[in-house]
């Protein structure tokens, strides 16, 4: 007898037909970075993967967050045949606080008599004989006791969720624009989970929002790396581009004017490092500057996709995820952000690209974009 735990993958990567290899190997990289460091042996039987470790709990918690894995069991090995089968199920089911039961058969290996009907009926007339507090439900069991039967047999009831979505790293990468807020961390992680490499990008308006901010930017670019495992922070001063648009600009143009400087910004980094995309938290409407005219606008100085995989959740969906990812509590420390500390008072809602376009025309636009990228910090 043996404990193990046993990866499968989120349906997703079986659909990639010719592909499905450089999916699969991505997968099974990013899950032996996660654990890497720690005692453990990597297996492959027919298609499923096993992890066999004496920490067993620690890889659980940490290979159900890499992204394209959909479970992760608690899976006893014993010798293929019924009768070590049927021990280790009545096992499972003492273990097991449900009142209710089915056993699930799957023989891999056919060669092994009796068929899995008959294995999934003897091993739960066993547990019954064994067992008089439970009874077999087959439509809505409290337990499901899974029988895999290959070349040893595999027991399990025991099933943690995986995070789903795709490898990291599988489908291309974009720069992420990371404020201090709810929003952002969740479009990236959202990024991340279909496979997107994630780079990160704040803007800092020293001395008008303060280290304490920028510490928290780091923060949640941690807490990111949980999800991604390696992720680079980029710093790029933002007062000297604001205090331009503030002198020469109209008051009511600075937010959208700023926000093309972002987008600039972001795309102009991007290009640098090769990356393919720009993504922003974003949800339409939720505030005067996420109008569908002022992303409109926003978007006009990007020379590539920006993707705002927020732009239709309600924020109370979005804070949903960010207490699951763990980015909320940080989020919601009140410290400043260059947004919010120049807002005008009445900012414009609607505003027209060639109106913008002709206020901005009096600011050295590459000028200023350069300087602030060569002035930038670097955090890997
Ligand atoms: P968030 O919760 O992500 O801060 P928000 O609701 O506060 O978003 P805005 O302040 O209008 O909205 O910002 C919209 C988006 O612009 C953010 O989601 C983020 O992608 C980007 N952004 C805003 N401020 C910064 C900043 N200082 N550095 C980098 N990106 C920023
Ligand atoms: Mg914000």
């Not at 735990?5 to 592909?19: M, R, S, Y």
């Not at 991340?192 to 901010?213: I, K, L, Q």
């Not at 569908?292 to 804070?319: C, N, Q, T, W």
Request: one cysteine or more; charged letters at 30%; aromatic letters at 8%.
């Amino acid at each position: 007898m043996r404990k193990l735990i046993l990866v499968k993958f989120a349906p997703e990567i079986f659909l990639k037909g010719l592909n499905r290899g450089k999916f699969e190997k991505k997968l099974k990289d990013n899950i032996k970075n996660v654990i890497k460091g720690l005692e453990y042996e990597f297996v492959e039987d027919q298609g499923r993967w096993f992890i066999y470790s004496e920490q067993l709990d620690t890889i659980i918690n940490k290979v159900k967050n890499v992204f394209g894995v959909m479970e992760v069991c608690e899976v006893t090995q014993v010798e293929a045949n019924l009768e070590e089968i049927e021990k280790q199920a009545v096992l499972e089911m003492v273990g097991s606080p449900a009142k209710t039961f089915k056993v699930e058969t799957n023989r891999a290996n056919k060669s092994f008599k009796p068929g899995s009907m008959d294995v999934s009926r003897k091993v739960g007339g066993c547990i019954l004989k064994n067992n008089e507090n439970v009874s077999v439900d087959v439509h809505n069991p409290e337990c499901v006791i899974n029988i895999e039967i290959r070349k040893m047999a595999y027991i399990y009831s025991k099933r943690i969720k995986g995070v789903c979505g795709l490898p990291y790293g599988m489908n291309g990468s974009t720069m992420l624009m990371l404020s201090g807020g709810i929003d952002s961390p969740v479009a990236g992680y959202m990024m991340a989970r279909r496979g997107v490499e994630v780079h990160a990008v704040y803007y800092h308006s020293h001395p008008y929002t303060s280290e304490r901010a920028k510490d928290k930017v780091k923060q949640l670019t941690n807490i990111l790396k949980g999800y991604t495992g390696k992720l680079t922070l980029y710093v790029v001063p933002f007062t000297e581009i604001q205090m331009e648009i503030i002198d020469k600009c109209r008051e009511d143009e600075l937010t959208i004017i700023m926000r093309r400087f972002m987008m600039r910004l972001a795309c102009a980094l991007a290009d640098k490092y090769g990356i393919n995309s720009v993504t922003t938290g974003e949800s339409i409407g939720q505030v005067a500057s996420q109008t569908m005219e002022g992303l409109v606008v926003s978007d006009d100085v990007a020379d590539r996709p920006v993707f705002r995989p927020l732009v239709a959740m309600d924020k109370i969906d979005i804070i949903e995820v960010s207490r699951k990812i763990d980015t909320y509590e940080t989020s919601i420390l009140p410290y400043e952000d260059c947004c919010t500390i120049f807002v005008p008072k009445h900012p414009k809602t609607k505003p027209r690209l060639v109106e913008i376009t002709k206020s901005e025309s009096v600011l050295d636009i590459d000028k200023l974009v350069e300087k602030a990228i060569a002035d930038m910090e670097i955090y890997k």
